[in-house]
């Protein structure tokens, strides 16, 4: 079993950059990709990034694409999501998993691909 833990959330203002890490505890995280899904009030959540098992591999939503970049970690068992120019849309509650299945070459994008969600954390961009 994984644990996961999101951190480096916060209240910034539209155009400023956060940097969000999800730590893994267990010892399956080098070998599967790891994905970041957020949830904004009144709405389910989304897709955001995901990254192969070895970072080789990366995936966007087209609402990040150019602004969001994911990375791993796999010495460090971490896993970190860069967003910089931040839009008050970007808003939500952030979320990290794993995917169920190992070595995917091609990171998947679907939720019910990734386990293991942590208690996420809050980005909040103020306009």
């Known amino acids: 079993q994984v644990e996961l833990v999101e951190s480096g959330g916060g209240l910034v203002q539209t155009g400023d950059s956060l940097r969000l890490s999800c730590v893994a505890s267990g010892r399956t995280f080098d070998l599967t990709a790891v994905a970041w899904f957020r949830q904004a009030p009144g709405k389910g959540r989304e897709f955001v990034a995901a990254?192969?098992?070895?970072?080789?591999?990366?995936s966007y939503a087209d609402s990040v694409k150019g602004r969001f970049t994911i990375s791993k970690d796999n010495a460090e068992n971490t896993g970190y999501l860069q967003m910089n120019n931040l839009k008050p849309e970007d808003t939500a509650i952030y979320y990290c998993g794993i995917d169920r299945r190992n070595w995917r070459r091609t990171p998947v994008v679907g939720q019910d691909d990734y386990y293991s969600w942590g208690q996420g954390t809050q980005v909040t961009v103020s306009s």
């Open positions: 990254a192969s098992w070895n970072g080789a591999s990366t």
